[in-house]
């Protein structure tokens, strides 16, 4: 796995903080699997943690807390179709942590406002990485 500079090209990303030092910041390539689950992959292969994640988006930040069972991320899509507005798509971006069976995320809006979530975990959910090792 690289570790690319911050990205200049994008206003929207993550950095993952592992448990070797490395700070890995989200890199969108065409015709490549998503950056979070090649991380999932190269932390397992390794046998590292993510001790924190920092997502930036929409000109806000939020972090994970240090050293959580697991971490989460995920884009929402929206569509919206009104006969007198039109049409409009927008996408929130979450970053959260596992805890007691619960996964706690931060949605940052294009809107420049955070909305909250708790949901339960599911072992299937993609967007979850554990720090199991």
């Not at 490549?32 to 924190?52: D, F």
């Not at 920092?54 to 994970?64: C, F, I, M, P, Q």
């Not at 919206?80 to 809006?109: F, Q, R, S, Y």
């Amino acid at each position: 796995m690289r570790t690319p500079a911050k990205p200049s090209y994008s206003r929207n990303y993550w950095v993952a903080f592992l448990s070797n030092g490395q700070q890995v910041y989200e890199d969108r390539r065409p015709n490549e699997e998503s950056p979070w689950l090649r991380l999932k992959k190269y932390v397992k292969k390794h046998n590292l943690k993510i001790n924190k994640v920092n997502l930036h988006a929409y000109g806000l930040t939020v972090s994970t807390p240090l050293n959580p069972e697991g971490v989460f991320y995920a884009r929402k899509a929206h569509h919206l179709t009104h006969p007198e507005l039109g049409l409009k798509d927008w996408t929130d971006i979450g970053v959260g942590h596992v805890e007691n069976g619960k996964i706690t995320i931060m949605w940052a809006t294009e809107e420049k406002k955070l909305k909250p979530e708790v949901r339960d975990y599911k072992p299937e959910d993609i967007g979850v990485i554990l720090n199991s090792c």
